[in-house]
């Protein structure tokens, strides 16, 4: 059984910044890959940033220079670190952890970013 617990997302200004995190527990170990995906309303699930083995990254083009990715691995949690925000990042952000023993998704977690 593992576990993917979601926190720190909220309701931030245009320009602020919001730090997310994601912990996996239980049954879950050889971590491949972890990151973040986002959907918004009417909108289709996108690639928002991913972190490899062994720390090699991927950021959606959208995000690219705003948000950073990293992992720590003694904890299993990865987590996402969103400045300058805007409005257009509103969404609910889910985590996906890949791992030898299948692929696993948090529940998700609203960012609404808004004046």
């Known amino acids: 059984q593992v576990q993917l617990v979601e926190s720190g997302g909220g309701l931030v200004q245009p320009g602020g910044s919001l730090r997310l995190s994601c912990a996996a527990s239980?049954?879950?170990?050889?971590?491949?890959?972890m990151g973040w995906y986002r959907q918004a309303p009417g909108k289709q699930r996108e690639l928002v940033a991913g972190v490899a083995r062994y720390g090699t990254t991927d950021y959606g083009d959208s995000v690219k220079g705003r948000f950073t990715i990293s992992k720590d691995n003694a904890k299993n949690t990865v987590y996402l670190q969103m400045n300058s925000l805007k409005p257009e990042d509103t969404a609910v952000y889910y985590c996906?952890?890949?791992?030898?023993?299948?692929?696993?998704w948090g529940q998700g977690i609203q960012v609404t970013v808004s004046s």
């Open positions: 239980g049954s879950i170990f050889s971590i491949s890959d």
């Open positions: 996906n952890v890949v791992s030898v023993r299948g692929r696993y």
